[in-house]
């Protein structure tokens, strides 16, 4: 059971003629209630508008068949607590077409949360890197989760930004992961969801959505073993990865063996309003959370656990020299 949080809030004060004045005090939420905090008056009268420092944590998911199987949809916490708050959830379903075999999720908070975008010799290679694997020391001392990036770039119809070199051409209407100079990260479509700003610090592309509207796309076959990556041996219930985002703003991280049609489905019934396609097949889907013993420890193999005990790859991937690929992290401030 998901303990209730207390927010810590940032309280505007805009004042006639003394310009903006900023400063911080600690609320109670109720759970569920912690995104938005109204629009309050101040001791002095004057209007304040109150924003929480987290999102609220999700709510338990139904499952697809009727009864839950015990722990079902039901979030537990996962990583290293920032700021005092638990940053990441972890569940299980069990698939619509398959209920002997089970999907796994992790829920992200964006505004506990910073996105970077790491990059690899291979994919997508051609550059001196500063963030490619190994993690880093320092880096892994507010290292929170890790996940994997999505295909080859001559697979991904997509282009590649980070670090201030374009690798490959943004190509609008591509589904795109885009991380800004704050570290808040987001999932759309390039053209209409998310542009090219002065904020945009990395975009990594992927096929086309294959979640929109909350809805999966039109035209997905459970039977395709190539419009949405090629299946190892022609196996349309490959693993497969992918990542939405909810309404609220949270990334939700999807993966299992499975076909496309599920994969979209997990996704929407795990709150994504827009979603991509990551990496798949056995090797590559791959969902770490660090718990150091203490707050500012250094994450590291031995306190990584992966979303799902059957995945390929361990925790220790992301510490690995050979480690060609490109993924992603999520850190504490």
């Given at each position: 059971?998901?303990?209730r949080?207390?927010?810590?809030a940032?309280?505007?004060?805009v004042?006639?003629?003394f310009?903006v ?6 609320v109670?939420a109720?759970r ?10 101040s001791h002095?009268?004057?209007?304040v508008?109150?924003?929480a420092a987290?999102?609220p944590v999700?709510q338990?998911?139904?499952s697809?068949?009727?009864?839950p ?17 638990s ?5 299980t379903?069990?698939l619509?077409d398959?209920?002997s075999v089970?999907?796994g999720?992790a ?5 506990l949360?910073r ?6 010799s291979?994919?997508?290679g ?5 963030y490619?694997?190994p993690?880093s020391?320092?880096a892994?001392e ?16 997509g ?6 070199h374009?690798v490959a051409?943004?190509r609008?209407?591509?589904?795109s992961?885009v991380?800004?100079k704050?570290g808040?990260?987001?999932?759309g479509?390039w ?8 904020a945009?610090?990395?975009v990594?592309?992927?096929?086309t959505l294959?979640?929109?509207?909350g809805?999966?796309v039109?035209g997905?076959?459970p039977?395709?073993i190539?419009?949405?990556g090629y299946s ?8 497969r ?8 703003g949270?990334?939700v ?7 496309i049609?599920?994969?979209a489905?997990?996704?929407v019934?795990a709150?994504a309003?827009r979603?991509?396609?990551l990496d798949?097949?056995p090797?590559?889907?791959?969902f ?10 250094a ?6 656990t992966?979303?799902?005990?059957t995945?390929v790859q ?5 510490f ?11 850190s504490?401030?």
């Amino acid at each position: 059971m998901a303990r209730r949080r207390q927010a810590i809030a940032i309280t505007i004060v805009v004042g006639l003629s003394f310009g903006v004045a900023a400063s911080w005090h600690a609320v109670s939420a109720p759970r569920g209630n912690a995104q938005l905090l109204a629009r309050t008056k101040s001791h002095s009268g004057r209007e304040v508008a109150t924003v929480a420092a987290f999102l609220p944590v999700p709510q338990a998911l139904r499952s697809f068949h009727g009864s839950p199987s015990p722990g079902e949809g039901q979030w537990h916490i996962a990583g290293r607590v920032v700021r005092g708050h638990s940053a990441i959830y972890e569940t299980t379903i069990r698939l619509p077409d398959s209920p002997s075999v089970v999907a796994g999720i992790a829920w992200m908070d964006t505004k506990l949360l910073r996105a970077k975008l790491y990059s690899g010799s291979v994919s997508p290679g051609g550059m001196l890197w500063k963030y490619t694997a190994p993690i880093s020391n320092a880096a892994s001392e507010t290292l929170v989760a890790a996940f994997n990036g999505g295909f080859l770039l001559k697979d991904s119809n997509g282009g590649y930004l980070s670090e201030g070199h374009l690798v490959a051409p943004l190509r609008a209407g591509a589904a795109s992961l885009v991380i800004y100079k704050n570290g808040v990260a987001t999932v759309g479509k390039w053209g209409r969801d998310v542009t090219m700003t002065p904020a945009v610090v990395a975009v990594r592309q992927n096929l086309t959505l294959l979640v929109d509207h909350g809805q999966p796309v039109p035209g997905i076959n459970p039977a395709d073993i190539s419009s949405w990556g090629y299946s190892l041996y022609k196996n349309a219930n490959a693993w497969r990865s992918g990542l939405g985002v909810t309404a609220a703003g949270a990334l939700v991280y999807v993966v299992g063996p499975m076909n496309i049609v599920d994969l979209a489905d997990v996704l929407v019934r795990a709150g994504a309003i827009r979603a991509m396609v990551l990496d798949m097949n056995p090797l590559w889907p791959v969902f770490s959370t660090y718990a150091p013993s203490s707050p500012t420890g250094a994450a590291s193999p031995s306190n990584g656990t992966d979303l799902l005990p059957t995945m390929v790859q361990s925790p220790a991937r992301f510490f690995e020299l050979a480690y060609a690929r490109d993924f992603v992290t999520m850190s504490a401030p």
